[in-house]
């Protein structure tokens, strides 16, 4: 039975029902799955998102760190024994250096996972170097989304070792508590935070520095300007939390809810009209769209690869980082219902295709495809042997 390893530095808890379904379809394509991982940095641990795999698919290792950008998982023997070796394409993992000569040597398939471009603000020009030298020592790329292959092509990575995974998280539970949601219970979840009528924003999500809340509130206070019955949601918590409680206080209008899970989540979300998000997008877009919410958002370079799921004019907005502009853009679909009610619809579709499924679809697809690039390609190890 061939066998595939996937290497992760950690195991972030919206990935387990992925794993587990991408384990379940492959054993029955006759393909085992085995998925490595450690316990995080201290500094990562802060964000309690980690968990456990099921044994039959998690190989939970030491990792040892140096400070929290670099990992050292001492995973020779689950490397020997596997026919194709997933690894991520952060700089971080210093087993790439040796997965990279096993690659070149024809001696292991291996294969990166990753967003494409380096999208971290503090990275050297050598780190972005070496991500991209990369790409020239593996056997395949399993891009987070179909927008980042332009980018890989354009960097020698032939199109026919691309899989475009289509990233996404299970988010059929919050459906599900947003749909059991009555109208009714959210009329009295309004009422209770003193939202009597008018249309509701909502942000969703860390509150730390890339996500530019404070951009987020100034176009507020606009749109709130124009839009005299406007009100904003806060859910999360993060660095800028003790900001936004004092912004909070200052303006009644403003509600900070804190951290929200479930259907207290759902709740929240469900209260709301459109998703605002200037800052830097990532999954956040797969929960607005699971409500059925526009995210509206700005350009900037920091985006992560999901914000390709954002389709201008359908399902969001995503106007240029400027205050004035993207306030506008908030007060024209605020104050256009039919505007509203179309986008509305488009997050609906786009939500219905981005799905965990879909993803663990895609993945087996490329790793199928891999496995058989691996049986027609001659390995050294083959032919000392004989």
Known sequence: MPRVLII???????RIPFFTRLSDILRRDGIE?????????GLHDKARDDGELPPEVGRKVKGHWWGARIIYQPLWREIAQADVVVTGHENKYMMNCWLFLL?????????LWGLG???????SNFSHWLRERALGLVDWYFAYTHGITAYLRQRGMPADRITAVENAVDTSELHKSIESIGDDEIAQAKLRLGIPSGPVGIYCGILEPTKHVPFLVSAAQLVRARVPDFHLLIVGTGPDRGWVERTAIENPWIHYLGPKFGRDKAMALRMADIFLLPGR???AVLDSFAAGLPLLTTDLAIH???VAYLIDGENGRRTAHDLQIYADAVTEVLRSPRLLQSMRQGAVRTASKYTIEAMAENYRAGIIQCLALRDSTPRMASALSK
């Open 33 to 41: 799955l085995q998925v490595a991982y450690s316990a995080p940095h």
């Open 8 to 14: 992760q530095a950690q195991m972030k808890h919206y």
């Open 117 to 123: 471009p380096c999208l971290e603000e503090d990275q």
């Open 281 to 283: 997008v990532g999954l």
């Open 103 to 111: 690659s070149a040597l024809r001696l292991k398939t291996v294969a």
């Open 304 to 306: 992560g690869p999901e």
